[in-house]
């Protein structure tokens, strides 16, 4: 069984018995590699490497059954987001990280009982998370880091669970120069 499925049937089996079953599970994702040899260049497109970090995001979440996929609008974002959508036979909408508490709002009225894939950026999915109501489970995501999923579960009596996990190939510990995240 896949990882991301265990970890949302551990975080669903804190629910306290006879609750409401009403629930909203994200996947919240940095985008893959991208590339960085243009310092100019502010919607670079992804290296092979995150190419094939996007194959695998989707594989992972193949039999999760992702209902909508989330992304901001620049190139990395939304070729990571992509290989998922395409799976799921679903379109990736655009989100504006500059107004997440109005995402928030949107993604928990949307997607009650569904299964949601948000695709940002090391300096937006954990301000992400705190929008939707959960606690960031690490201070900061550093620039070289590609793996991590972070996982949330939202009951429908407000509590919330909120995992992290490692996905796909192993981040370089080589530090890339960035100039957007």
């Known amino acids: 069984m896949k990882k991301f499925i265990c970890l949302f049937l551990l975080l669903a089996s804190i629910t306290v018995f006879g609750q409401s079953n009403k629930e909203i599970r994200i996947v919240l994702v940095r985008h893959a590699e991208k590339m960085t040899n243009d310092p100019?260049?502010?919607d670079p497109e992804l290296t092979e490497k995150g190419l094939q970090r996007a194959q695998d995001l989707a594989k992972e979440l193949e039999d999760t059954g992702v209902d909508a996929v989330y992304s901001t609008d620049y190139k990395r974002t939304r070729n990571t987001a992509q290989p998922t959508a395409t799976?799921?036979?679903i379109q990736v909408q655009i989100y504006d990280a500059n107004k997440l508490k109005e995402f928030a709002e949107k993604v928990l009225k949307e997607n009650v009982d569904k299964t949601v894939l948000i695709v940002g950026?090391?300096?937006t999915i954990l301000e992400t998370i705190e929008?939707?109501?959960g606690t960031r489970p690490v201070e900061a995501i550093a620039d070289q880091e590609y793996n991590n999923a972070f996982l949330m579960l939202i009951k429908a009596d407000g509590s919330i669970n909120v995992g992290m996990l490692k996905y796909g190939?192993?981040?370089s510990p080589t530090k890339d120069p960035q100039m957007m995240h």
């Open 40 to 42: 100019n260049e502010k």
């Open 169 to 171: 190939a192993a981040s």
């Open 87 to 89: 799976l799921n036979k």
């Open 121 to 123: 950026h090391s300096n």
């Open 131 to 133: 929008a939707l109501g």
